[in-house]
């Protein structure tokens, strides 16, 4: 039985039932959806439209299918086309003929916009508190490494020396934008589109603002067409994770490469690490690999919303029911990849030691060189075409650069010493540079922003912010 069988004569084909339900993955908006008919009630009564007694009863109602929903007990049946109807169903088994009054005012359209609302407030603020837990590994990883150092690449050839711990905190800095970025989203979303009914508002005396306080919202809807037909907060969201999961897809490269033999750089610890079925010496960065691969499906899910969302007419049209399960996928899978990056970054094997010894190659101070003769007066076009002549010699000769350095008249001994294991990276003094004044300095700005982000997401979930960082 439908809840519109009233109008129809026929009952529902089983294609159309089968095509059209949602019920077995919009289930996870059941605790939002009963905090949404709860706020709904509570208003039902304040206007007047049900009495004391019957929004208790319904109250009492909402609480029991919530008990049994959480103790595993609610069943949902083969008529229950989604979380909503599922719901009002067992209202109405629980309370009797006033359960036939939970709907009034209301329409599926304002109410599971509403539940989304909710659901993305309380779960991007959880995913981004996810990230900021991998911040803090990787500000921990920064700390413990101190001055060691390795090359920095631009087009993966060897570059500048630079202190790992800048290397590491460089993407510690775009998770912190990510954070940014969740917190803001859920700030936007953060209006109330119940009581727009099905497109265009009430006859009966309904107040959206006070159902919107009930609920926590920090405002109501401007315009009920808006409100039942708007998905920008679920765009943004997939945005945010197709973000984040390209941030992370680029760590988990860098694992990828850093384990090889070719690099080794790490080692990943046997718990984050997985083996061959075939060959026995194997082993594989398969959770680094699954990160990056991640990145693409959540590309796919914000592609696939935006398409959806294209060209649709206002207002609510049933297209935006496929909103859904990229949402629920895309959180819950960059939830799962953030737990075992984290755990994977925590307990790498770091070789300092490969490190620093792809990092003194002495063509990687070469710009050091030709600096020390800019220092010395000499035009920087210049100095480069000089100290790339040497290169070029040390190359095509096979004789070392120091030995050219120390014997050319305007480097000698004091530039021969700029090729010295670790002097190149100590030269890095600018601010945000990869040096250790700079980065010491940077490593108390990080800290700074992170207290500064416990504390924004503390408001949004509504506790008291954490202790600062010591
Ligand atoms: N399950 C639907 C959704 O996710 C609920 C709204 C259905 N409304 C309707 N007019 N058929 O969008």
């Known amino acids: 039985m439908t809840l519109w069988q009233g109008r129809f004569g026929d009952e529902m084909a089983e294609a159309v039932r089968a095509f059209t339900v949602s019920s077995a993955f919009d289930r996870v908006l059941a605790a939002d959806d009963i905090a949404g008919s709860r706020a709904h009630?509570?208003?039902?009564?304040?206007?007047?439209?049900?009495?004391?007694?019957?929004?208790?009863?319904?109250?009492?109602?909402?609480?029991?299918?919530?008990?049994?929903?959480?103790?595993?007990?609610?069943?949902?049946?083969?008529?229950?086309?989604?979380?909503?109807?599922?719901?009002?169903?067992?209202?109405?088994?629980?309370?009797g003929e006033v359960g036939a009054k939970l709907h009034t005012g209301r329409s599926r359209n304002d109410q599971v916009a509403t539940d989304l609302r909710l659901w993305c407030r309380h779960e991007l603020a959880r995913v981004a508190g996810e990230v900021v837990g991998l911040e803090e590994v990787l500000v921990g990883r920064a700390t413990e490494v101190g001055d060691?150092?390795?090359?920095?690449?631009?087009?993966l050839q060897r570059a500048q020396p630079v202190l790992l711990a800048h290397h590491l905190l460089a993407h510690a800095w775009a998770l912190a934008r990510d954070v940014d970025r969740l917190i803001a989203t859920v700030e936007r979303m953060d209006v109330s589109p119940l009581g727009a009914g099905a497109l265009a508002g009430s006859s009966l005396p309904l107040d959206p603002d006070f159902v919107a306080e009930e609920l926590g919202f920090h405002a109501r809807f401007e315009n009920s067409?808006?409100?039942?037909?708007?998905?920008?907060?679920?765009?943004?969201a997939l945005f945010d994770i197709a973000l984040l999961g390209v941030?992370?897809?680029?760590?988990?490269?860098?694992?990828?490469?850093?384990?090889?033999?070719e690099f080794g750089f790490c080692?990943?610890?046997?718990?984050?690490?997985?083996?061959?079925?075939?060959?026995?010496?194997?082993?594989?960065?398969?959770?680094?690999?699954?990160?990056?691969?991640?990145?693409?499906?959540?590309?796919?899910?914000?592609?696939?919303?935006?398409?959806?969302?294209?060209?649709?007419?206002?207002s609510y049209n049933r297209d935006l029911q496929e909103d859904k399960e990229p949402l629920i996928d895309a959180v819950g899978q960059v939830s799962s990849a953030l737990r075992a990056l984290t755990g994977l970054v925590a307990t790498l094997e770091l070789?300092?030691?490969?490190?620093?010894?792809?990092?003194?190659?002495?063509?990687?101070?070469?710009?050091?060189?030709?600096?020390?003769?800019?220092?010395?007066?000499?035009?920087?076009?210049?100095?480069?075409?000089?100290?790339?002549?040497?290169?070029r010699d040390s190359v095509e000769r096979h004789v070392p650069l120091?030995?050219?350095?120390?014997?050319?008249?305007e480097l000698g001994d004091a530039g021969a010493k700029l090729l010295e294991p670790g002097v190149a990276v100590s030269r890095r003094t600018t601010p945000g540079g990869a040096g250790s004044a700079a980065v010491a300095e940077q490593l108390e700005r990080f800290a700074r922003r992170l207290d500064v982000d416990r504390t924004r997401l503390s408001v949004l979930s509504g506790q008291d912010p954490p202790a600062p960082s010591a």
């Open 41 to 95: 009630v509570r208003g039902l009564g304040r206007s007047g439209i049900l009495s004391e007694d019957e929004v208790a009863a319904l109250l009492e109602a909402l609480d029991q299918v919530e008990a049994e929903l959480s103790a595993g007990r609610f069943e949902f049946g083969p008529d229950d086309e989604d979380v909503h109807t599922a719901i009002e169903r067992r209202v109405t088994e629980l309370a």
């Open 148 to 155: 060691a150092y390795l090359p920095g690449y631009t087009h």
């Open 225 to 236: 067409l808006d409100a039942v037909s708007d998905r920008d907060f679920v765009a943004e």
């Open 247 to 261: 941030h992370l897809s680029r760590l988990g490269e860098e694992v990828v490469l850093w384990s090889t033999a």
């Open 267 to 314: 080692t990943i610890a046997d718990a984050y690490a997985t083996g061959s079925s075939m060959l026995p010496q194997k082993k594989n960065p398969d959770v680094a690999e699954l990160v990056r691969g991640k990145a693409g499906r959540f590309i796919g899910h914000l592609t696939g919303l935006l398409v959806t969302l294209k060209g649709l007419p206002l």
């Open 351 to 391: 070789h300092q030691d490969k490190m620093a010894e792809a990092a003194d190659t002495p063509a990687t101070a070469a710009v050091d060189l030709a600096e020390f003769l800019v220092e010395r007066g000499m035009p920087f076009r210049k100095a480069h075409a000089l100290v790339a002549g040497l290169v």
């Open 402 to 409: 120091a030995e050219l350095v120390q014997a050319h008249p």
